[in-house]
């Protein structure tokens, strides 16, 4: 299932434009369900229906993601200088950012 990450979620001063923060529930061990569902359209049609009411209602760029984020919610790179091994290296969910704008 998919959910809207709000504290993720960011949105410009005025409001034209933002970027959605949508995250699968599918956790480790179902990792391809996740970036399945988060690679096809519903997920994109979410993102969307999710700001349409505050006017948002077209994709304005590239999808970024399926990415992996730990049980902190944040990003796994390989930047990291933990090991690969440690719990916050570990990847607990998928998620994609999908830019919106307002109709020109």
């Known amino acids: 299932m998919l959910k809207l990450v709000e504290s993720a979620t960011n949105y410009a001063p005025d409001m034209t434009r ?18 399945e ?5 519903d997920a994109k049609h979410f993102a ?9 209602t077209h994709i304005n760029g590239n999808i970024i993601g399926p ?12 930047d990291s200088e933990l090991p ?9 969910r998928y998620r994609i950012d999908v830019p ?3 109709k020109f």
């Open 18 to 35: 933002g970027v959605v923060v949508v995250e699968s529930d599918s956790g480790p061990g179902k990792f391809a369900e996740a970036i």
């Open 37 to 41: 569902e988060l690679s096809g359209n």
């Open 48 to 56: 969307l229906h999710s700001v349409a009411h505050l006017g948002l």
């Open 67 to 78: 990415y992996p984020v730990n049980t902190e919610g944040k990003v796994l790179d390989n």
């Open 84 to 92: 690969a091994t440690h719990p916050n290296r570990q990847p607990h």
């Open 100 to 102: 919106v704008t307002r």
